[in-house]
């Protein structure tokens, strides 16, 4: 395995009295919290070719946190083979003096997050203390050996944070302060000696929310982040002040009493370790918030005014952000085919989904008229959009062409899965209200995804007839693209598969928020649609709100939605989704236990695809794979590793069991409209369905794929 080094440069110093004393930087931005240093006789110009370099350290991992100098040790930590390590190095010359094993290493949260940990050691006389990017806060002598630890997530009820832990703890005195983000307690004070809790502050309360309006973030608004405590002195009092998810608030240090707070001062992502100065705090969040609020490169539909709406006393307000990655479609069969190039014609064997662009392409790469060219089509071993690409079938031809001699070409699984056309990753941020009456008066959306300019990556697009657009009279659906090197293509049910999952669980948030059943609330919200036949009907396909109606009473009855009482940890969850010309509505009934292992009970599904289904058996089987495949994708995930597709094979790009399949009951509603495809519109709303089980079982929303990240699994 390939390491980052760590280089140390030698700073030139004046031969003054200054330049003989020790000057250590023992914590996260120096002695102060600060940055800045207590040194002097430094350079007073960069040479030209700088400095020299006094020496180089390798194999101490990958990471991201920074250095602590005491007592003329570097301290400072890396990730070796998925373990997170803290090293203690000889500052003259970079020699290793000791590691120790902090915990697991390895990535965590959000897409293509790098590994390793992300904070910086604290050195405090003979201790000092790491926390790592999962939660572990681990006291060493500053000869490493470890005295004490603690987990943040499982003894003091943290969430981590969408890029993992990246504080710096605080020693101040006798106490040690770090930001678990718990729900019941955003600061926390621990006895430095020990690791014993000495207090939990209070959760500051976004001051929209104190004014009649309700908000949550991921989780909630004042979770952990990416930024570090300080200590202050103000009017004779000690303060702690810290940067969370969407607050900037003053902490009472004696007990952790919550004295003043400033929002927004940021959105999603607050990095910037506060500084004070003259009585002065100064923080920065310029992510969505704070230092200036970015805005969405392009507006895809407005409706009313969603602003106005926001600012009214007789609303509450919901925000949340949703996350998901990139995913291989990784199917059974892995790619293939058989290609024979003999005087001039070309003969193929292919399992393309698209044989006639599979010819066109291949005549352009051979230089060959297509006339002469010969595709027969077998059966394959699924595709869900992967055959659709004909990359195999080039790669073949090629190559018969090459040797003179017919080719049976065979992808390895590795191939197959770290060559894809990926379904695109992103992050939708949400936000809308609800008024007096629990109905839906305004929803906003910022689609943050994957292309250039005003072109999305190829089936990485949204557009603004998502639902609920055209049921509510103030909507606003922004999208901004990031450039992306990786290739993407259509999966199953392409967009549809993540999108009804984000929107379906916020309309679930929107549902509890209102204090309405969530199959109610979504009824109600289908009943504001647009007048009957202002809906279209294919193309331009827009949803018809009185077919989606009659799915969704039609799997309330079958699945008994409402009727029953469940124990603790049990529940069931809803959601439907048009897409792809087919209706269709799905009720979960879910346990989870107490390690959030989610065992699925049942699924019910009802769905509406015209006037007939054509094969009734073939229909049945397709939306119970839909189901199967939907659960699937709730736990993958592809990541970069080193510029490369980490994953490789279904261990680690995983998919559901038999023995975790649930049992699927089915039932066709047959409307007055000509017969649609079923091989997509099945699949998406399993998705929601399992997720807002989960949060009415457990009080857990997954915002989140896959929702490992957030500890769940399938029993």
């Avoid at 409706?303 to 307000?317: M, P, Q, T």
């Avoid at 699924?382 to 990359?391: A, C, E, P, Q, W």
Wanted: proline share 6%; glycine share 12%.
């Amino acid at each position: 395995m390939k390491h980052f080094a760590f280089i140390l440069l030698l700073v030139l110093l004046s031969t003054s009295a200054f330049a003989q004393e020790s000057f250590d930087w023992p914590q996260w931005q120096g002695p102060d919290r600060n940055a800045i240093s207590k040194e002097r006789g430094l350079l007073q110009a960069w040479p030209e070719k700088g400095p020299p370099l006094a020496w180089k350290a390798n194999g101490i991992g990958k990471g991201m946190g920074g250095i602590a100098v005491s007592k003329g040790r570097i301290y400072t930590t890396g990730d070796i083979d998925g373990t997170a390590w803290l090293f203690a190095l000889k500052e003259t010359n970079g020699e290793l003096v000791w590691k120790a094993k902090i915990g697991p290493g390895g990535e965590v949260g959000a897409i293509f997050t790098p590994a390793g940990p992300r904070g910086t050691p604290t050195v405090d006389g003979d201790r000092l203390y790491i926390l790592s990017q999962h939660g572990e806060l681990v006291c060493y002598t500053t000869e490493g050996k470890e005295v004490w630890r603690t987990d943040l997530v499982k003894d003091h009820g943290g969430l981590v944070p969408l890029w993992g832990y990246s504080e710096s703890v605080l020693v101040d005195g006798q106490k040690l302060i770090c930001t678990p983000g718990a729900k019941d307690g955003t600061l926390m004070a621990l006895d430095k000696m020990t690791g014993k809790k000495i207090w939990k502050s209070p959760v500051p309360v976004p001051a929209k929310e104190i004014h009649g309006r309700f908000s949550s973030g991921r989780g909630y608004d004042s979770g952990a982040r990416y930024a570090s405590a300080i200590a202050i002195d103000f009017e004779g009092q000690r303060q702690y002040v810290q940067l969370t998810a969407k607050t900037l608030a003053g902490f009472s240090a004696s007990d952790g009493k919550l004295l003043w707070q400033y929002d927004p001062v940021a959105a999603h992502i607050s990095c910037s370790t506060p500084i004070y100065q003259d009585g002065l705090v100064f923080a920065s969040s310029a992510y969505e918030g704070g230092g200036g609020e970015q805005p969405a490169a392009r507006t895809l539909r407005k409706d009313g005014d969603v602003e106005a709406v926001f600012k009214r006393s007789d609303v509450k307000v919901v925000e949340s952000s949703y996350i998901f990655p990139f995913i291989a479609h990784a199917p059974l069969e892995p790619q293939n085919c058989t290609a024979h190039y003999k005087d001039g014609k070309l003969e193929i064997r292919s399992t393309s989904q698209t044989p006639q662009i599979g010819k066109t392409i291949v005549s352009r790469l051979m230089g060959m008229p297509e006339k002469d060219i010969t595709i027969h089509l077998v059966r394959a071993g699924g595709g869900f959009g992967r055959r659709l690409y004909n990359d195999y079938m080039c790669e073949a031809a090629w190559i018969s062409k090459t040797v003179g001699a017919p080719v049976k070409l065979l992808w390895t699984r590795e191939d197959d899965m770290q060559h894809d056309y990926y379904r695109s990753g992103g992050f939708q941020y949400l936000k809308a209200a609800v008024d007096n009456n629990g109905k839906l008066v305004a929803w906003q959306n910022h689609f943050i995804g994957y292309g250039e300019g005003e072109t999305f990556t190829h089936s990485g697009q949204i557009d603004g007839a998502e639902f609920p657009s055209r049921f509510t009279p103030n909507f606003l659906m922004q999208s901004s693209v990031m450039p992306l090197g990786i290739k993407t293509g259509a999966l199953r049910a392409p967009r549809s598969n993540v999108y009804a999952w984000v929107f379906q669980s916020f309309l679930d948030e929107l549902a509890h928020a209102a204090g309405k059943d969530p199959m109610q609330f979504r009824l109600e919200l289908l009943g504001n649609g647009p007048p009957k036949g202002t809906q279209g009907v294919p193309p331009p396909g827009l949803m018809d709100a009185q077919r989606m109606i009659d799915v969704v009473k039609l799997v309330a009855e079958k699945s008994g939605w409402g009727k029953q009482k469940f124990p603790k940890g049990r529940a069931m969850g809803i959601g439907f989704y048009y897409s792809h010309r087919g209706y269709f509505a799905e009720v979960a009934d879910v346990t989870v236990s107490v390690n959030k292992k989610i065992k699925v009970n049942k699924v019910w599904v009802a769905g509406d695809i015209g006037s007939h289904i054509i094969n009734p058996g073939a229909s049945e089987n397709l939306t119970q794979g839909a189901i199967v495949d939907g659960m699937s994708e709730m736990l993958q995930e592809i990541s970069l590793k080193d510029g490369r597709v980490a994953q490789s094979n279904y261990h680690e790009h995983l998919l559901v069991k038999m023995s975790q399949t649930p049992p699927i009951e089915v039932h066709f509603l047959k409307s007055n409209n000509p017969p649609t495809g079923l091989g997509e519109p099945a699949l998406p709303p399993i998705l929601p369905a399992i997720a807002n089980a989960v949060f009415t079982a457990t009080g857990e929303r997954i915002r989140t794929m896959p929702m490992t990240k957030q500890g769940f699994s399938f029993a």
